[in-house]
């Protein structure tokens, strides 16, 4: 029989929108895709000379279960670099991405049963793997006005004694917000000596304004995870990491020895060269994507749909879609399929993300002005509010 954890696992939406679009592309459709969270360019060339160069040397073997010296070492420069926070290389555990670090560190942290600190909307998996893992999500709603952060008295309500950690996210997957540094010293605060902060700095880089701000500089109480997809185009490349606090690194290995045995030996090579020899091509990707972000925010808005906070991190920008459906399930699915245009339904996010559209930047210009020109015609021939 089928087990009642996989039964329950809810599906992840946005990949059903995206699998949907896909069919429709078979069949001859034109999807322009705004859903999901994936960079449209190409990845950095030093990078992919750096993984050709540890072929051709042979590097393909396992590596030590904490990840290769040197790119545990390059991580912690960068670190200080640019949060000036010291971080030993020894309490780096290098993963297949940042999805798999959420396994070690749920695994590392809770026991079934015990509970960690949500917001209300959320990344849909961070509920998903916890659950799967026999966590349980303790939700503190986050309101559009306050930029979906949390609000101090809010999270002191909810830390209970069976409440283990505490999940940030920043810059916010599905908002685009960027928490300030007063905000994050908040969290820490409420949290110090009661509970972990778990902070998924997986978009750090991808900001415009105000630089965003690491967990560390606030607590060395806290678990980062953090990886290369997002900001140097990697997403299939599956590498990440996490930064622990020390007493946690040897369950983090014995889970990770027996669950994947290292992260890809070539890809790590590769990981290095990100984080050391990207820094024009990353520069590039970020300016274009601000110039996406002020055209969307700016056409999201000419429809009627409502940001009251301007995101400045990631690609997306997080909308009320309030006045165009109750339903951003179903609302998603009719934009898809009578204008050929890919959205991700808030509902996916939380059920205080109902109401919300996510539209995602990570296309081209051209691309988003031909989506946006297509849903503002059938936002105009649809005409009215759902029923």
């Not at 010293?185 to 978009?203: K, L, T």
């Not at 749909?305 to 909308?319: I, K, L, N, Q």
Request: charged share 20%; hydrophobic share 40%.
């Amino acid at each position: 029989m089928i087990s009642v954890r996989s039964s329950r696992l809810p599906p992840f939406y946005v990949m059903e929108i995206l699998e949907k679009a896909h069919e429709l592309e078979l069949a001859g459709a034109h999807v322009v895709h705004m859903e999901i969270g994936e960079p449209d360019f190409d990845t950095p060339e030093p990078v992919k000379d750096a993984v050709y160069l540890a072929l051709k040397q042979g590097k393909t073997q396992y590596t030590h279960s904490l990840g290769i010296p040197p790119l545990r070492e390059a991580i912690a420069r960068h670190y200080f670099e640019r949060y000036g926070v010291e971080v030993s290389p020894d309490n780096i555990v290098v993963t297949n991405g940042t999805s798999p670090g959420m396994v070690l560190v749920f695994s590392a942290l809770m026991d079934p049963g015990d509970e960690l600190i949500l917001s209300n909307p959320c990344y849909a998996c961070y509920p998903n793997i916890l659950e799967f893992m026999g966590g349980v999500p303790r939700y503190v709603e986050v309101l559009e006005e306050d930029g979906f952060g949390y609000r101090p008295e809010a999270l002191e309500e909810k830390l209970a004694p069976g409440v283990k950690g505490v999940m940030v996210n920043s810059p916010s997957n599905p908002t685009g917000n960027v928490l300030s540094a007063d905000h994050m010293r908040s969290v820490a605060e409420v949290a110090a000596g009661r509970a972990f902060v778990i902070s998924d700095e997986i978009y750090h880089g991808l900001v415009y304004g105000e630089r965003e701000h690491s967990m560390l500089e606030f607590t060395d109480r806290c678990f980062i995870l953090n990886g290369f997809s997002k900001l140097y185009a990697m997403t299939g490349w599956r590498l990440g990491y996490i930064i622990s606090p020390p007493e946690f690194v040897r369950p983090l290995q014995k889970i990770q020895q027996n669950l994947m045995i290292c992260a890809n030996s070539f890809v790590q090579w590769a990981g290095i060269a990100a984080l050391e020899e990207t820094g024009d091509y990353v520069t590039e990707m970020v300016e274009m994507y601000d110039r996406r972000r002020k055209f969307l925010l700016g056409r999201v808005r000419e429809m009627g749909f409502g940001v009251t906070v301007d995101p400045t991190g990631a690609f997306y920008v997080f909308a009320n879609a309030r006045r165009f459906t109750n339903d951003t399930y179903r609302f998603c699915l009719e934009v898809l399929e009578s204008a050929g245009v890919a959205l991700t339904p808030g509902i996916d996010f939380g059920s205080a993300g109902e109401g919300y559209v996510r539209f995602s930047y990570a296309n081209s210009i051209e691309n988003l002005e031909l989506g946006t020109d297509r849903l503002e015609q059938f936002i105009r021939e649809r005409g009215g509010a759902d029923a």
